[in-house]
């Protein structure tokens, strides 16, 4: 007779599109039924697109009709629990509707703050940019938002005729963010409600248009603006950005259990000051080296790639030219491009 471990096992071979990683290890699969020769098996995605429904399915069905004694298989795949309901009327943020034209959708978070993530998120953004994808980035990061500066924008957005933010652009980026809405000095001193209805609002209420990339720029930690953004959208994915340290690494496990939670897919790993070069050519390790590739393969998920600390990448973070567009095929600004080419990948978009 076949038992729930052979099933696992079956649906272990169904990798989910776009990953290298399994449905099983992801944690879609949610209920197993067996009853004689009938087998019922639930998925439950992070996705709401039908075609990631369709294929799954139809995958599940090929390698369940294969084991012994089974000749009934029933796969049912079931819409995401963290999506926004559907847009009703009047509603300028609900539902999915809101994002329609936004093929993928990429939360870049840590577990702490200091670890570079908004310039990584930056340059991330500008490198896909440079590669001729079409890109937006969402600064989340309520208190203490950095992409205007890093990107050299300080004004404010103006309202389309459908009562909807535009979003401004930089270096070939359409770009959101409560720095472009308040006085740079000005704290935002909110609770967390206003924080959600805030993200909720730059989600649906922004002119984001056709985009092949919208990247999330989140807040270090797990708190609302974490589960807002899963709880509102569903992902397609996120990126962990560390340092090699074990202090940065210790949290950045908290960070990846929170996706996990949510079943939000990690594409992984990127660990950002990794060495410095010193112009004699010396290497000095200065946070120590290769945490975050170790860390990678103990949580099985993908290392992106490392990120040396240079003097210019600072320098185009203060002056908002990130290096990705100042010096895209010098070493600074080709870290970041060589990460962005392991992001694509994780999509089968492949570069030309």
Request: charged share 35%; no cysteine.
């Given at each position: 007779m076949v038992s729930e471990e052979m099933v696992q096992n079956a649906l272990k071979s169904v990798k989910y599109p776009g990953y290298?990683?399994?449905?099983?290890?992801f944690g879609l699969v949610r209920g197993i039924e067996i009853s004689g020769e009938r087998l019922r098996v639930r998925l439950q995605l992070s996705t709401a697109s039908p075609a990631v429904s369709r294929q799954l399915q139809t995958e599940c069905e090929e390698v369940l009709k294969k084991l012994p004694g089974i000749s009934n298989v029933a796969v049912e795949v079931a819409a995401p629990q963290t999506a926004a309901p559907a847009a009703r009327p009047g509603d300028p943020w609900g539902g999915q509707q809101a994002l329609s034209g936004i093929r993928r959708i990429v939360a870049v978070a840590s577990g702490k703050g200091g670890v570079g993530k908004s310039t990584v998120a930056v340059n991330l953004a500008c490198s896909l940019a440079y590669m001729g994808r079409r890109v937006g980035l969402l600064d989340c990061d309520i208190y203490g938002p950095s992409v205007p500066l890093m990107m050299g924008v300080n004004h404010r957005p103006t309202v389309s005729d459908s009562e909807k933010l535009n979003p401004l652009e930089s270096h070939g980026?359409?770009?959101?963010?409560?720095?472009?809405?308040?006085?740079a000095d000005a704290p935002v001193i909110w609770r967390g409600p206003m924080i959600v209805k805030t993200i909720q609002q730059f989600l649906g209420a922004v002119e984001w248009g056709e985009l092949d990339y919208l990247l999330v720029d989140l807040p270090p930690g797990t708190g609302d603006a974490q589960l807002t953004l899963c709880q509102t959208v569903p992902l397609d994915g996120g990126v962990i950005v560390t340092t090699p340290q074990e202090a940065s690494l210790g949290v950045?496990?908290?960070g990846m259990a929170m996706f996990s939670k949510v079943n939000v897919p990690i594409l992984g790993i990127i660990e950002n000051m990794s060495y410095f070069t010193t112009p004699d050519g010396q290497r000095i390790e200065i946070f120590g080296h290769g945490g975050g590739s170790r860390e990678a393969e103990r949580q099985k998920v993908d290392f992106l790639g490392e990120i040396p600390i240079f003097t210019e990448i600072r320098e185009g973070g203060d002056s908002g030219l990130p290096v990705a567009v100042s010096q895209p095929d010098k070493p600074p600004g080709q870290a970041f491009r060589q990460i962005a080419v392991?992001?694509?990948?994780?999509?089968?978009?492949?570069?030309?």
């Open positions: 290298s990683r399994d449905i099983v290890s980026v359409k770009l959101m963010s409560i720095g472009f809405l308040v006085d950045v496990r908290k392991a992001l694509r990948r994780k999509f089968n978009d492949e570069p030309q």
